[in-house]
T-cell receptor, first 113, second 114 residues
Framework: DQQVKQNSPSLSVQEGRISILNCDYT??????FLWYKKYPAEGPTFLIS?????DKNEDGRFTVFLNKSAKHLSLHIVPSQPGDSAVYFC????????????FGTGTSLTVIP | DGGITQSPKYLFRKEGQNVTLSCEQN?????MYWYRQDPGQGLRLIYY???????QKGDIAEGYSVSREKKESFPLTVTSAQKNPTAFYLC?????????????FGQGTRLTVV
């Protein structure tokens, strides 16, 4: 049973506009959430994370929002750049799950120049 | 440079053969993980280990085995019992600290059964 879900397999955005990637989770014990970026045939690279004690974390063009009541997080990229084109995975960890990281199925972002 | 090294990058295996994928880290991380990526299915956890000589099954452990004899090394063996071994395999490591921090990934091994 998928505990972390990304319901949009793909997203296309014009360069300079905002990209919003969404993620839902089912396990209320998760207390640490992450976003990774991945290119084909490479390992994921860490982008940004957020602890459950916060509702927002910002790092440059990347902002992650957490809505615990809705069990929902989102990644905002502003402004989007062609180099942002990749697959983005959200992940969750913590609580009664031990130290495992649970990943979503990914969203493929294409930024159109 | 600190990091995680997976080898080989590409691996071909005949049906019925066991094969071992290497994962080494010099980050002094306690926890190590093996994930499998298939198209449209994200990253699924095979095995993970939090301490030397101890490891736990993930969601899809059947047909796989691991060992953790050294903190730096966490090799994965894909056995002939794994029905669909062709996939992209990713190794990761993380510290077991509070507050939590991210997992670091290797570059992956593409296994193809021929």
């Amino acid at each position: 049973d998928q505990q972390v879900k990304q319901n949009s397999p793909s997203l296309s955005v014009q360069e300079g506009r905002i990209s919003i990637l969404n993620c839902d989770y089912t396990n209320s014990m998760f207390d640490y959430f992450l976003w990774y970026k991945k290119y084909p045939a490479e390992g994921p690279t860490f982008l940004i994370s957020i602890s459950s004690i916060k509702d927002k974390n910002e790092d440059g063009r990347f902002t992650v929002f957490l809505n615990k009541s809705a069990k929902h997080l989102s990644l905002h990229i502003v402004p989007s750049q062609p180099g942002d084109s990749a697959v983005y995975f959200c992940a969750a960890s913590g609580g009664g799950t031990g130290n495992q990281f649970y990943f979503g199925t990914g969203t493929s972002l294409t930024v159109i120049p | 440079d600190g990091g995680i090294t997976q080898s080989p990058k590409y691996l071909f295996r005949k049906e019925g053969q066991n094969v071992t994928l290497s994962c080494e880290q010099n980050l002094n991380h306690d926890a190590m993980y093996w994930y499998r990526q298939d198209p449209g299915q994200g990253l699924r956890l095979i095995y993970y280990s939090q301490i030397v000589n101890d490891f736990q099954k993930g969601d899809i452990a059947e047909g796989y085995s691991v060992s953790r004899e050294k903190k730096e090394s966490f090799p994965l063996t894909v056995t002939s019992a794994q029905k669909n071994p062709t996939a992209f395999y990713l190794c990761a490591s993380s510290p077991l600290t509070e507050p939590r921090t991210e997992a670091f990934f290797g570059q992956g091994t593409r296994l193809t059964v021929v």
